[in-house]
């Protein structure tokens, strides 16, 4: 923590400063806890044995100060600038190992810590969670743990810890309880740590030999020390050097770099006049290509819009057949029922005949009841009447409205001509207009579709309803029929008692059963006449449809003469952009011969390089002999000054001045 003091918790609540002393490092300056500011004796009891300052004090402000530094520590895990910090004195327990730990797993920037006069060794398991977060360091250099009461199970966690941490260079463990067990653990654990080079072990029970291992394992450790900070001087003067031989290399390289860029330029200004060219010939491909898309999507849209047409043609046939085919079912039922009234006439008359004879006995008593007959008669005609001429009213509809089903389906056959004729006149003016409105060709194109689709769909509908008008009016009058036969041959099964007394006004009813057959016999041969005109009619139609199919085909023969001339002028335009490509192609030999000539240079560059670092490895090796040389050079020199040395001492011990001069 630079720039300012750094504030902890004391015991009891009360504050304590980390000051900055004159040699750099934090010095504490307590607060106004006594168990904080006692000192630490250095007799031979030590502060070890000085328990009620360490951690067994028990107050009313303990858990306060315990928890004051634990939201300390932990407001320090994210801190990035503090270097050292000092809780000596804080009786830190439990709580507080466990959030040392957690400070020395996240931090990454403290590297001194001091710890002296706590109890982190009393609770195992909260020690041994600080010493994984020791293990997990990788920038603390500098451990203070004096007077933490360390047991030796403590010390095999700390000899763990050491085993995998790779920065603390000292530790201070004096004045704990770490005994033979606890020192053999960490005599075990050094083999395998190679940066510790300082650690005490003063007033824990340690026996001499395994100090004289942990000092021999040190004293290997500080060799090593020196012997790295003796590599990296020699590494920083060399990195010097070959930096300065770098800055020469570089410079050099720059000159030939900036030549090659100046080639590079102009190299890829041509390169980039052949790529504009290439793409402006791209660019015409992709138009074309465009084009020729547009003119077969077109093709399929008109292909399409004819067969729907054929469709549509098809269905009307189909629906006149189907309309044919009815009236003649129709005809057929209607010939049928009257041959049945034929038949059962004559058998009446037959039994009329029969009972000429015996009625010829009871017209007395008959003729009472003739004018009751009469009425009942005049009813029946009247009702006849009636369903005959509801009969051809109903003829009437029918006919009406297939005449209007004809008339619609000939306002959509000229509405179909009209929409082909439009599309036609507008396929043509898309041909010559076809680069400037593709747009909005296609969305008219679209808008008719869905406005066929549209008459399509409402014409079905349409034909679906007069479908279901004529099979439920065809149903209404067969039901109408069947209902007044019901009624006729009731009323004559009422009437066959009385047949007797009605011998005269039958043969009268047989007169007027004649006439009626007549009629219906002229009604049978108008309605064939009727089906020979709408027969005729069907011909007709039949020929247009033809006629339609014939142009459709003339129409579809001029779009393939159409397409083959466009297909034409497409296999000119390609003939045109092979000739192009070709010449691309051209312009990229030339690319590639230019590529060419710049690996030459590049590798001509390489090799000057490869010779360049040659002559700097064998300026270095000159340079290694010359410091052998010097160093060589400078022995014989030693040397000689020794000679001469041991000469001049020799000569002056041998001289007769040695007796005058003082003793020394």
């Known amino acids: 923590m630079r720039g300012g003091p750094a504030r902890t918790r004391g015991h009891g609540g009360v504050s304590a400063f980390l000051q900055p002393s004159m040699q750099g490092e934090w010095v504490r300056t307590p607060g106004c806890c006594p ?14 044995h000085a328990e009620p300052h360490g951690g067994h004090l028990q107050g009313p402000g303990q858990a306060a100060a315990e928890s004051g530094t634990t939201l300390l520590l932990q407001g320090l895990c994210a801190n990035t600038v503090m270097k050292l910090l000092d809780l000596k004195g804080n009786n830190l327990r439990a709580a507080g190992a466990e959030a040392l730990g957690k400070l020395l797993r ?13 109890n982190l060794g009393t609770w195992e398991d909260a020690f041994a969670t600080f010493c994984g977060g020791l293990a997990a360091n990788s920038t603390l250099q500098q451990l203070d743990l004096r007077n933490n009461q360390i047991s030796h199970k403590g010390a095999e966690e700390l000899a763990l810890a050491l085993k995998g941490n790779a920065t603390l260079q000292q530790l201070d463990l004096r004045w704990n309880n770490i005994g033979l067990l606890g020192g053999r653990a960490l005599v075990n654990c050094l083999p395998s740590n190679r940066t510790l080079w300082r650690l005490d072990l003063a007033g824990n029970n340690v026996p001499s030999d395994v100090l004289r291992a942990v000092e021999q394992a040190m004293e290997h450790n500080r060799d090593r020390h020196s012997a790295f900070q003796e590599t990296q001087a020699r590494t920083h003067l060399l990195s010097k050097e070959v930096q300065y031989l770098q800055e020469e290399k570089s410079k050099q390289f720059l000159d030939l770099m900036e030549t090659i860029d100046k080639q590079r330029e102009e190299m890829a200004r041509s390169s980039q006049a052949a790529a504009a060219r290439a793409g402006q010939l791209q660019e015409a491909l992709n138009e074309r290509h465009s084009i020729i898309n547009a003119l077969k999507a077109k093709l399929q849209m008109t292909e399409a819009a004819l067969a729907l047409s054929e469709q549509k043609s098809q269905d009307l046939g189909e629906l006149l057949a189907t309309a044919e085919q009815e009236r003649l079912s129709l005809s057929q039922r209607g010939e049928k029922e009257r041959r049945l009234e034929q038949q059962e006439a004559a058998e009446r008359e037959s039994r009329l005949l029969r009972d000429l004879s015996a009625a010829s006995e009871k017209n007395l008593l008959l003729r009472n009841q003739v004018d009751e007959l009469e009425r009942k008669l005049k009813s029946q005609q009247e009702e006849l009447f009636l369903t005959r001429q509801e009969l051809t009213n109903t003829s009437a509809e029918l006919k009406i409205r297939v ?33 400037r409105h593709l747009e909005e060709s296609e969305r008219a194109m679209q808008e008719r579709v869905q406005r066929l689709e549209a008459l399509r769909l409402s014409l079905e509908e349409e034909l679906s309803r007069v479908k279901a008008a004529a099979l439920s009016e065809r149903g209404q009058a067969e039901e109408e029929l069947i209902k007044a036969r019901n009624q006729a041959r009731l009323e004559e099964q009422q009437h066959l008692a009385h047949l007797e007394e009605k011998l005269r006004l039958l043969a009268q009813a047989r ?27 069907v011909e007709g139609q039949r020929r247009r449809i033809e006629e339609l199919q014939q142009e459709l085909s003339n129409k579809d023969q001029e779009k393939v003469a159409e397409v083959t001339r466009v297909r034409v002028e497409l296999q000119e335009q390609m003939g045109r ?12 030999e030339k690319v590639a011969a230019l590529e060419r000539q710049l690996k030459v240079i590049a590798s001509d560059h390489r090799e000057a390089l490869l010779d360049k670092e040659s002559e700097n490895a064998s300026l270095r090796e000159k340079l290694r002999l010359k410091e052998a040389e010097m160093a060589r050079i400078r022995d014989e020199e030693a040397q000689r000054a020794s000679f001469l040395q041991n000469a001049v001492l020799a000569y002056v011990q041998g001289s007769p001045l040695r007796s005058l001069s003082p003793p020394k």
């Open 577 to 588: 952009l092979q000739a192009e490509l070709t010449a691309q192609e051209a312009l990229r």
């Open 35 to 48: 168990a904080a500011t006692a000192p630490a004796s250095t007799g031979p009891t030590g502060p070890g």
């Open 511 to 537: 007169d007027e059963a004649q006439g009626t057959c007549m009629q219906q016999k002229q009604t049978v041969a108008e309605a064939q006449a009727r089906a020979s005109q709408l027969s005729l009619q």
């Open 106 to 118: 996240q931090n990454q920037s403290i590297q001194s810590l001091t710890l002296e006069w706590n």
């Open 403 to 435: 005449v209007q089903a004809e008339e619609r389906l000939d306002v959509e056959k000229r509405r179909a001509r009209q929409s082909m004729e439009d599309s036609e006149k507008l396929r043509f003016k898309e041909v010559e207009h076809m680069t």
